[in-house]
């Protein structure tokens, strides 16, 4: 059974146009000790689906899923009490902009105490002792001292390590990391994943890392969903998605690392993620891709099979080229388009 298993997760938003849906029939599982990586621009729903899991959705939000579940308890059902008693401790958080996210009215040891004493249940001498310990382990100097600085007396490298330290307290069995290295200088960023990697080598923990930093992938997960205006695209391990990635949206992420670029110039994709009111009635990359033919633009594909990576594409690239395997029953091949052999 997977430490976390969601099943056509869907989430919709209440406005006054009408109902948004930010999040479109994803899928996705985690087992203990693993890490998977969701990638995607701003606007994918990467964030979103994750406080899905979390509960911190606010009211406007509709969430339906055939299954949302940690070790086998649906979280569509249990109570706000269950759930209180489940989140902070054995599913933990590390939030975007880690300057935004402490509490400015509090000190760090207050807000480090704060989890101890609602999940563990510890006095104040084992709390301190253990705020100490959690600071120490995250590599911030003079902990004792940190313990009574306030969150704007912090730099923001030693912000996320708060965060993170906060993350931890109660050893959780499932931490998600939303976007841990941004705004982080290079050096900073690297022992952060070293951390997280560390803790979950120590642990035991599950890991899922939310970001849009393909560099970061590839340094730290074992496998990769690839996220696009809501929806889940691609689906791989690792070394196979850097390999030969299969939807063209990939593709065109991978095309646009300083590492990989052939020209002068670096290759990037043209236009921005659909919203609201511009979503495409066909594939939703349709406006923005290479390889888009007449069906692209008005029949929504369906998903590949594994071996494709799963890819939301009629045509999914095979080695760099499109292969007209998805195409439903009725839409001919784009002109010129042969299986390869």
Request: charged share 20%; aromatic share 4%.
């Amino acid at each position: 059974m997977p430490l976390l298993d969601i099943r056509n997760l869907t989430v919709e938003f209440e406005t006054r146009a009408g109902l948004f849906r930010a999040v479109d029939r994803v899928s996705l599982a985690v087992d203990p000790r693993e890490i998977v990586a969701i990638v995607g621009e701003s606007g994918s729903g990467k964030s979103v689906a994750m406080l899905a899991v979390m509960g911190l959705l606010p009211r406007t939000a509709r969430v339906t899923a055939d299954r949302l579940a940690f070790e086998g308890r649906d979280l569509l059902r249990i109570t706000p009490r269950e759930r209180r008693r489940l989140i902070g401790k054995d599913v933990a958080m590390i939030f975007q902009e880690p300057m935004t996210s402490l509490n400015p009215c509090f000190t760090v040891g207050f807000q480090l105490g704060e989890s101890l004493k609602e999940h563990l249940g510890l006095d104040r001498a084992a709390r301190r002792a253990r705020a100490i310990d959690l600071l120490t382990q995250v590599g911030i100097p003079e902990p004792e001292r940190r313990l009574s600085a306030f969150p704007h007396q912090l730099s923001g490298g030693m912000s996320q390590r708060v965060m993170i330290a906060i993350a931890i307290a109660c050893r959780p069995k499932l931490l998600i990391a939303d976007e841990p290295t941004t705004a982080l200088d290079v050096t900073i960023q690297a022992q952060i994943l070293d951390l997280l990697v560390k803790l979950r080598n120590d642990t035991g923990m599950g890991l899922v890392l939310i970001t849009h930093d393909m560099g970061v992938v590839a340094e730290t997960s074992e496998r990769v969903i690839v996220q696009y205006a809501g929806q889940q695209v691609e689906e791989a391990t690792t070394p196979a998605l850097f390999a030969d990635p299969h939807h063209p949206y990939t593709s065109a992420l991978l095309a646009a690392l300083p590492e990989r670029a052939t020209a002068r110039r670096l290759p990037s994709i043209p236009g921005m993620v659909p919203g609201q009111f511009d979503r495409p009635a066909g594939c939703l990359f349709s406006p923005r891709c290479a390889f888009a033919f007449d069906a692209c633009r008005t029949v929504p594909p369906a998903k590949a099979g594994a071996e494709l990576g799963r890819a939301l594409c009629h045509i999914p690239l095979v080695a760099g080229r499109p292969t007209p395997r998805n195409l439903p029953p009725g839409v001919p091949a784009p002109a010129g388009l042969t299986e390869p052999a």
